[in-house]
């Protein structure tokens, strides 16, 4: 910040300023003496930047000398009174920048919402449900309204020539503040919180002569007098009536009880209710913990004094959510900001509930899910801390926390928290680390199966460590059972692909009217078909990947472009009409459930059944109400959910996640297998678990049978060590993609042998990856393996940049993508 004289406010400085763009460095622009006031670090200015794009762009810095090898342009204006951006935040995006090997302003691309960071072809619209006096509009504010009247949207471009200048980012400021005005975009689904039907009787009738002539008004109508007898009942046991509850004591239908209302004997409200629905004490400002949970609080305290951050390992269920309340209460109380990251925010309705229950105002909630406008508005909260508790996903990292104390990254192990698509690619776990190091935060990571990096530093002594080994209140782990698919087979026990063991137990929950989880990690029909003639496979015309059938669509999909086709009843080769189906998705499990156990009440949960507004929250609702007995899902149902009546859970195939070529795949299918088999038997009963396998000797299988993590990370790190991956070495991936496979081979084998030319046998590849070609462009994979202890890092990533940079800037190469993923998931 620049603090200025007299003098000073006719002298001419120089900004550089951050662009929301991948260019390599920061621009540098001249500052027309008329804005020099409002100069300060970390606001946002107005920039022409190209022949005639305008940008917002953040200021970095500040100072009185002119670039040298070029003119500076002036800079059009200053948008903001205040920094929207902090100086720390500015620190923060310039690690990620060095350590992901990107650029800064793809950073600020990612951290900042769009409605902060208007660019010339943003698109603008009336917001057509907000009333407003446009007798109170400025001139031309009315002209940008008139037009949106006509177009109903515009671009900015088109906006600078409507009102004939360049400078209309402060006019639209003030009108997206007004909420006159919002950026286009596909207003995306926001937090929804349960809502539950309560019934209650018209006051009219808690006379009792009046309620007498009621039941003689209803005389003829005997179930309407079922329902109100049962009311009666209700409420004097439990004093609220739910209308569900009403419905099922009664025995009469929703059309009973809504006829009631309608003649207003009946009144029916929807009152917002916590998802954890049972045991709901458990977050009540009274609970309290157990004496593990104690223990476990008390040496994270004494843990925080000497390392900034701990290591919560507990098993499923073992009461961490009540642990993290408390600590949370603990840094209110200090008038601390608090950042709580979860891997799927859209999954975790009830770890939203029950921090919304128990904090109210005093929470907010931060994730991709919210529009721009919304998540501009958080941010703005969040920076003039109004808000002192953000529950986000991975993004909520990049908020603007002005006094932040405490940082919880629930299911720290989650791949969910990597970012994959577009840069940066970051770990949002090990950005909160760094994070908390710059804003000196405590950072508590939990996880009933933590990553081997994470569990490795919490043993070599970088992080605390703190265990909770049983579940809250002395509940069990469920009783794991393994069952040979082979074995059945060949018995001639199983059913489509159900053993008969898991039928078995399956008929038994829902006999004692109790629900399961079946789960299977594909989602679709079936992932492949083949011509049992020539054995041709349908595939991507733009991806080298088989084509899943979808039985819904009766389509074949690509899960990598989306790419859509009709399925096929004969082979598009030879002719043949003998198509087989091999695998099974889904949506499979589904359809066979439905024919083994007619009267079973079956819903799915994938990506397929979840893409539309609300509809994981309307799955979840209804399994909680027992609308639903079984859930068949992906591994979305590892996460979130946990409901006193799951007593079941069902693995398919645990093969299909085992068997996966990379180095993490028995790591990755020890956490989910461990956290899936984690959603049975939560509360009062025990859950049991079927593992449907072909190997039900492999060690990964019996190591989740045994519940044993210390055996898994043994073993693994182990191989690790032999085989040079992860903690012991760091990992560069560099994937060189290009529309002509020829000229790819070519060059990518140039640029590997150019790097080993410099670093040698760290230097693997070039190697197509598991999947070649993806939307049209052939992909060649290099991996740098780097000993971390013995080797400079940040010298070798300032090599890589370099020679991507010497790469691409060749002629020959114009045409090629290069990305590199440090510490790649």
């Given amino acids: ?32 003496a008329d804005l020099n006031d409002g100069l300060k670090i970390g606001k946002r200015a107005v920039v022409q930047f190209g022949k005639s794009k305008l940008y917002t762009a953040i200021i970095y810095a500040i100072s009185k000398q002119a670039p040298l090898k070029y003119e500076a342009k002036y800079l059009l204006d200053i948008l903001d009174d205040e920094p929207i951006v902090t100086e720390t935040q500015l620190k923060f995006w310039q690690w990620i920048a060095d350590y992901y090997l990107c650029t800064i302003g793809e950073v600020m691309a990612a951290a900042l919402p769009t409605a902060l960071k208007l660019a010339s072809e943003t698109r603008i619209v009336l917001n057509i449900a907000y009333e407003f006096d446009k007798g109170q509009l400025t001139d031309k504010e009315f002209l940008i309204l008139d037009a949106l009247e006509i177009r109903n949207e515009l671009s900015i471009t088109e906006i600078t020539k409507i009102l004939n200048q360049k400078a209309v980012f402060p006019i639209l400021k003030g009108l997206l503040e007004k909420k006159i005005i919002y950026i286009l975009e596909d207003i995306a689904e926001k937090f929804v919180p349960k809502k539950v039907a309560t019934i209650r009787l018209n006051p009219f009738y808690d006379d009792k002569e009046n309620l007498k002539q009621l039941f003689e008004v209803l005389e003829k109508a005997p179930k309407q007098v079922d329902a109100l007898l049962s009311f009666l009942k209700l ?34 409200a929807n009152k917002v209710i916590s998802r954890f629905s049972s045991n709901e004490g458990i977050i009540a400002s009274d609970f309290i913990l157990d004496q593990p949970q104690e223990i476990a609080l008390s040496e994270i305290r004494a843990g925080f004094v000497d390392k900034p951050v701990m290591l919560l390992h507990g098993v499923t269920s073992s009461g961490k959510t009540q642990i993290y309340i408390r600590l949370i209460e603990e840094y209110l109380a200090l008038d601390k900001q608090v950042l709580y990251l979860l891997p799927e925010i859209a999954l975790t309705g009830q770890m939203i509930d029950r921090l919304k229950v128990y904090f109210g105002d005093k929470i907010i909630v931060y994730h991709s899910k919210f529009n721009d406008n919304e998540r501009a508005e958080v941010w703005q909260k969040v920076l003039k801390k109004e808000v002192n508790i953000v529950l986000g996903a991975r993004s909520a990292v990049f908020l603007p926390f002005v006094d932040l104390g405490f940082i919880i990254v629930d299911e720290e192990h989650e791949a ?69 698919i082979t074995e059945e087979r060949s018995r001639k026990l199983i059913k489509e692909n159900f053993t008969s063991v898991l039928l078995e137990r399956l008929k038994q929950t829902l006999e004692n009217k109790e629900q399961a989880i079946l789960f299977q990690n594909r989602r679709g029909y079936v992932p492949v078909l083949i011509c049992q003639t020539c054995g041709n496979t349908p595939k991507c015309i733009n991806c080298d990947v088989s084509l899943t059938y979808h039985k819904a669509s009766n389509k074949l999909h690509c899960h990598y472009c989306g790419y859509k086709e009709d399925n096929i009843t004969e ?18 499990i589904e359809d066979d459930l439905r024919v083994i156990l007619p009267d079973v009440k079956v819903a799915r949960m994938d ?59 028995y790591e990755r299918s ?79 084998d140039d640029f590997a042998k150019n790097l080993k030319s410099h670093l040698g046998e760290m230097v693997l590849g070039p190697h197509s990856p598991l999947v070649g070609r993806v939307r049209n462009y052939y992909i060649q994979t290099i991996t740098v393996k780097i000993d971390h202890k013995h080797q400079s890092i940040t010298k070798i990533k300032n090599l890589l940049k370099q020679q991507v940079r010497d790469f691409l800037a060749h002629k ?14």
């Avoid at 799955?619 to 899902?633: A, Q, R």
């Avoid at 979130?640 to 068997?659: C, E, P, V, W």
């Fill in 1 to 32: 910040m620049i603090d200025f004289d007299g003098d000073d406010k006719r002298q001419t400085f120089f900004v550089e300023v951050i662009l929301p763009l991948a260019i390599p460095q920061t621009y540098t622009y001249r500052v027309p």
């Fill in 235 to 268: 409420k004097k046991e439990k004093g609220e009536v739910k209308k569900n509850a009403l419905i099922e004591d009664s025995g009469v239908s929703a059309a009973v009880i809504k006829t009631l209302v309608d003649k207003e004997i009946f009144m029916q």
């Fill in 416 to 484: 969910s928290f990597k970012q994959f698509e577009p840069s940066p690619r970051y770990n949002a776990r090990d950005l909160a680390i760094v994070l908390g190091n710059l804003m000196q935060s405590k950072v508590l990571l939990g996880s009933a199966t933590p990553s081997l990096e994470t569990y490795f530093n919490a043993l070599a002594g970088k992080y605390g460590l703190v265990k909770l080994s049983g579940r809250f209140g002395g509940v069990k782990l469920p009783e794991i059972e393994v069952v040979n």
């Fill in 571 to 588: 082979c598009p080769a030879c002719a043949s009409r003998h198509i087989s189906y091999k695998g099974l998705g889904t949506e499979k």
């Fill in 607 to 665: 990506y397929d059944t979840t893409r539309n507004k609300n509809a994981h929250q309307i799955i979840l609702n209804d399994f909680e109400e027992k609308k639903i007995d079984v859930l068949v899902g992906t591994q979305m149902v590892a996460k979130g959910l946990d409901f006193d009546n799951i007593t079941l859970i069902g693995i398919i195939n645990a093969d299909s996640i085992i068997q996966f070529p990379d180095f993490r795949a």
């Fill in 670 to 748: 020890f956490q989910l297998l461990s956290q899936v088999a984690g959603r049975a038997g939560r509360r009062t009963k025990q859950g049991k678990v079927i593992i449907q396998t072909y190997d039900i000797k492999h060690r990964v299988i019996q190591q989740v049978v045994n519940n044993d993590y210390e055996g898994m990370y043994r073993e693994e790190l182990i191989e690790r060590r032999q085989f040079k991956y992860p903690p012991f070495y760091k990992m560069i991936q560099i994937n060189i993609k290009h529309k002509d496979l020829g000229r790819l081979l070519t060059i990518s």
């Fill in 812 to 825: 020959n190469n114009k045409a090629a993508y290069v990305i590199m993923d440090v510490d790649p998931y």
